[in-house]
């Protein structure tokens, strides 16, 4: 999803899936090849710096080392702190599209 955002633009929900796993793979494309860095990204020049990195892992699969041709996997929901700064983002552009 997107949400509008008076400070950093629009923030936007992405789905990635690293192929190398190299190191800084998904930071480093988002920010110098796409131009679109995440958010806290002090490396990749990520808007709203020292707010911590807003990157996770939702859901992980690997082979399972008993059972071939079986994969492993778990999944886990958003870091709150995600949700808390959509809402926020949300209230400061509605509040400057009033204001402005």
């Known amino acids: 999803g997107q949400t509008p955002c008076a400070v ?4 936007t929900d ?3 899936k690293p192929v190398t796993g190299r ?3 998904l930071r480093r494309h988002c920010g ?6 995440i958010l806290g990204d002090d490396l990749y020049g990520g808007p709203r ?3 911590g990195l807003f990157l996770y892992c939702r859901r992980l699969a690997l082979a ?3 059972a071939p041709g079986r994969l492993v996997s778990c999944e886990i929901d958003e870091p709150r702190r995600f949700g808390r700064h959509r809402v926020k983002a949300q ?3 509605d509040w400057a599209r009033d204001h402005g």
Do not use: F, N, S, Y
């Open 14 to 16: 992405v789905a990635l």
């Open 32 to 37: 110098e090849t796409l131009g679109a860095p």
């Open 49 to 51: 710096k020292g707010i």
């Open 23 to 25: 190191r800084h793979q």
């Open 91 to 93: 209230k400061g552009w």
């Open 64 to 66: 399972h080392p008993l």
């Open 8 to 11: 950093d633009g629009v923030l």
